[in-house]
């Protein structure tokens, strides 16, 4: 699912006192448009946050994080060594089932189809 992530001494402790903190967004250049419906979820139950930083790699993600009070946002299997993750709130809570990344403009491209279809029949017999 997915949750934000903070250093282990980072002053919040619970969602509602993030919002006094900035965030750190993931950027793909070609994926998000830069649009982020993540935010756009969070406005709509009031919990107005403004990037301040946008980052292309996720390790510079993870270094803003581990030297700032900014906060960022991830799935909960990939939080890393020394942050702590905070769920979403229940009326947002997004479970993700798999992630499958590609440049928008490649998203129809026989290769991508291809593969998208494997993972859909690799971890619908997983769960069977």
Known sequence: KV???VRNDHPAQDFESLANYP????KTPGWN????PVLERLRNIGFHVNPR???DHPAMIHDVIF???YFGIT???SVPEGCRSMDLPEQLTIDVSYVMSCRRSQKDAPLNQ?????LKSTLK????
């Open 53 to 55: 930083v946008e980052v």
């Open 67 to 69: 030297k700032s009070d």
């Open 33 to 36: 448009d830069n649009k982020y």
């Open 75 to 77: 799935l909960s299997g």
């Open 23 to 26: 965030i750190a967004l993931f």
């Open 3 to 5: 949750v934000f992530f």
């Open 114 to 118: 291809w593969l998208f279809q494997m």
């Open 125 to 128: 017999n997983k769960q069977a």
